[in-house]
């Protein structure tokens, strides 16, 4: 492929892999529940959304690059993966019940207590390493469809991919504070909690019924 026909097909390749990301990232989920109550609370939302964004652009590229095939060939580590990330929902989502019944303890303003940077952190890259979906879009199928493309221009649909999650991930969280008035109420957020707890549930419920039907 001369450099002629890469810059005719660039374009059109970032737009695939910036639509289908999107396609994939734009739903219910553990992550982006993380990434809208930090967004709402104004806890590290900038850390926060890079980490998201970054470990996306990576788990796309290594798909891209193969790991996709690899993981396709070891469902044992899928099925750990899921344990992991089932126990690690049940938790949280346990942890966020709790809050939902404490309404003293619930603000929408940077006034209560913060959360520590390391923490939020962590929980990020659980949310995202330990989750088996992220892999299973990410890895299997953006990496599969992407490295389907000419070798020349993989790198465009990675970046598209990539693009994809950074500007939802931004909009999550910082486009949260617009809904602060309606979260200026303690009930607005054990509405919300009380959404994610039970959101966290039905994943890890999924899961672990997607662990028992691979044995």
């Known amino acids: 492929m001369n450099f002629l026909d890469i810059v005719k097909q660039a374009g059109p390749v970032w737009v695939q892999g910036l639509a ?7 739903a219910i989920g553990a992550q982006n529940a993380f990434v809208l109550r930090q ?5 590290h939302v900038g850390a926060v959304v890079v980490f998201c964004a970054v470990s996306d652009a990576v788990l796309i590229a290594a798909g891209v690059l193969g ?19 089932a126990v690690f929902l049940t938790l949280y989502g346990w942890r966020a019940l709790r809050r939902a019944t404490q309404r003293d303890a619930l603000t929408a303003s940077p006034g209560g207590q913060a959360m520590p940077l390391r923490s939020a952190l962590l929980q990020a890259a659980a949310f995202t390493l330990l989750n ?35 500007l939802w ?7 949260a504070r617009w809904l602060a008035p309606w979260f ?3 009930r607005a957020w054990q509405v919300l909690d009380a959404l994610i707890g039970l959101t966290m549930w039905m994943l890890a419920a999924l899961l672990t019924h997607h662990v028992w039907r691979g044995f």
């Open 67 to 85: 790991l996709g095939q690899l993981l396709g060939e070891q469902p044992l580590l899928t099925r750990l993966l899921a344990i992991l990330g």
């Open 20 to 26: 289908l990301s999107l396609g994939l990232i734009v």
């Open 184 to 186: 200026a109420r303690p």
């Open 132 to 166: 088996p979906h992220v892999y299973l879009d990410t890895v299997l199928l953006v990496g599969s469809i992407g490295a389907q493309q000419p070798e020349a221009l993989r790198g465009w649909f990675v970046l598209g991919a990539s693009s994809a999650s950074l």
């Open 169 to 175: 991930f931004a909009a999550l969280g910082f486009g």
């Open 39 to 43: 967004g709402l609370r104004r806890e």
